[in-house]
């Protein structure tokens, strides 16, 4: 149907809804089950299978089965069978890996998946965009993304942008007749909103007319296709290390195999031994334990609140140095309430807290009834009047839908008895002019029932003071002197002082069918009415975090559009603002130039009146100066500066969609101490991830020179090809997995930040697995040795001592890897994922060598007892020997 050449109500007929209540839950599940769930197709996933046989793709598997296959050509046939158990067992385990962290990252799109506001059974609702039907009433306003086709049937200074579709970038006025040209271009079609635009301005209702793949996105949905996910700069790294290892593994090899050869052991069994310690050697799961790791610890962000949006972003938290923050909603409860309102000389206080609407007005500490109050009434009707917030109960709680500082005016008039909806049956609201962030107001244009016009205005109320041309005092409407002037600035900044945030009401009559076109023909020569000053408390855990981030090296800065005074003392309370902290308003920030404002922002904590272009400068200002900068925001005017953060920070709750998309990270709670805890977790997973790099490294290191030492020395193999590739996968896979899930060390949030250049080895990880691996190959070759020289007839036995030596040493050298200090800094039972991956390890290891069955295949014989005290004692020596000199340094 061509629904933009229909009248309004030929559409609602059409689509057999009703625009005044929405389509009913019975009728919603009816649709769904006719038309399906609003979402576009998505490419072609991998298959299960073939995300199966890709664990086979790498490059030393392929040798590993080349030479499994020479050993079955040559009779070999329990070595060969037992080989590719090991890789196929390996292969499902990184098939299992790889599926867990597509799920997470399945689960983090659909937590981050856009939500719209819908008229269903005559109730306003919040559900997710993939649910809108055909014949649902959306509403939006300036930020919102459209979630399916709409023909607009409700516009206030709407404009959308549509380049998405249309490659124009210029915003599209949005009207809600119908259209008369035939068949016009998606560009030209100015009552209808499609799928994926953004809202740039204003605000409007319309009805769906399509979804999912009728959509207009839908006909062009290649254009909106997922991109391939990019790899973090750790993977990278990552990546280019195990191409270092595996030309490194070759080299050993091939000298490994020719030592092997000259030494008199034939070609055969030094080809497999060395194909088998460069598998060994190279960690061809750290790539995937990487993803895993950093999957899960995305998982653990949000149970605290935070969605991470991009893999990067993990990483780059750790680094931060700074947190650019909002202060309303973020820093504070976002439950405005107006405690104090002035009017012409006069203040009245209001009680009662939060959104219920229950509380009674005073004046000099005196009961009073606000409509015994002219200048009160009126500032509460007009408060009331021009506001797009409801407040809804839902069980015993009242909730806020919209704007907390128009809630917050809604509140106030509700406690003085006067209703929205019966206010709307005195007064017809003809035009709107929406608020901007440049204006800092919003105005519309009213009849009441005695045919008068009015516009009335709320913004801030250093803005509307300066286009007032009069005030009512005592009742009476009088031109605004300096005096007069002076006497309400001083009201406010006494507001201000108190923590208040500040809503100036002012209106003006017009002539009787009067239409004004223009915001500034509206908002001029207003009649100033007064001021109501609100409080948002702040959160009592902000407190705490500001704390913490200050003794983890990281800097808070408060920045806000409220008055200097406000933002003062809520950062005083939060710890933010000391002594010799600045504060910066937008009016200074304007004068400033980039340059400028570099040679001071390391003394600023707190910017006020700022708009969101300052947010920019402030960003860029501060990353001139070196440092890693998180920006937090919600609005659409935010989003540049948003993405031109190191780490943009989007509100879950009060955030617009284009914030959310431009974000790295997303607050469900829109609370500043889960930046903190994200900053938190982001640190420990990049430790966590060196922590597992370190035993994995260090655990090959020993693997090959102890194979390297005993052909350099003439000695027997002290370890088997089969026993090489079971000790890869048993002490390589569960613990280094379970490393991954480490928590926290203490002092985690008690040292500066990392640098972004910082390499995987610094810090003395590259010592660290050079000296643990050397020793843990030393004491190897140590027990075989020993054994051998007791009894050379018995190869297998000391061959079994030695394997049974090296898995010993790995599953003790793990629990080192869990602090930077030493093994003896942790408590060895705090990760209790850990504890029962060596157990498991260890269980594996004793099955191998005690059960008769798997003896043949793995070339083991039982241990005796007075043997394990030296397998024990050696395996402990890489670990507690280190332990000791970092205790001893401690001493000294």
Known sequence: MKFHEMEIKQVERALETDFSSGLSAEEVKKRVKQFGLNELEEGEKQSALLLFFSQFKDFMVLVLLAATLISGLLGEYIDAIAIIAIVIINGFLGFFQERRAEKSLQALKELSAPQVSVLRDGKWMKIPSKEIVVGDILKFTSGDRIGADVRLIESKSLEIEESALTGESVPVSKITEKLTN?????????????????????????????????????????????????????????????????????????????????????IYTMFLAGVSLAVAAIPEGLPAIVTVALSLGVQKMIKQKAIVRKLPAVETLGCASVICSDKTGTMTQNKMTVTHLWSGGQTWTVDGGGYQPKGDFYRNEKKVHPKDEKALQQMLIFGMLCNHSEINLKGEDYILDGDPTEGALLVSAMKAGFNRPKLLEEFTIMNEFPFDSSRKMMSIHVKDKQGRHFIITKGAPDVILGISESILWDGRTQYLNKETNQKVQSAIDNLASQALRTIAIAFKPIPANTYIFSEKEAESKLTFIGVQGMIDPPRPEVKLAVKECKEAGIKTVMITGDHAITAKAIAAQLGILTSKSKVLDGKQLSEMSVEDLENVVEDVSVFARVSPEHKLKIVKALQNRGHIVAMTGDGVNDAPAIKAADIGVAMGITGTDVAKEASALVLLDDNFATIKAAIKEGRNIYENIRKFVRYLLASNVGEILVMLFAMLLGLPLPLVPIQILWVNLVTDGLPAMALGLDRPEENVMKRGPRSPNEGVFSRGLGWKVVSRGFLIGLVTLFAFMIVYHNDPSQLQYAQTVAFATLVMAQLIHVFDCRSEKSVLSRNPFGNQYLVWAVISSLLMVLVVIYYPPLQPIFHTLPIAAKDWLLIIGLSSIPTFLLAGSFLLRKTK
């Open 182 to 266: 035939e068949n016009p271009g998606i560009g030209d079609m100015e009552n209808t909103a499609f799928m994926g635009t953004m809202v740039t301005r204003g605000n409007g209702v319309g009805v769906v007319i399509a979804i999912g793949m009728k959509t207009a996105m839908g006909q062009i949905a290649g254009l909106l296709q997922t991109a391939e996910s990019q790899e973090t700069p750790l993977q990278r790294r990552l990546e280019q290390l195990g191409k270092i290892l595996i030309t490194v593994a070759l080299l050993l090899t091939f000298l490994v195999v020719a030592v092997g050869v000259i030494q008199g052991h034939d």
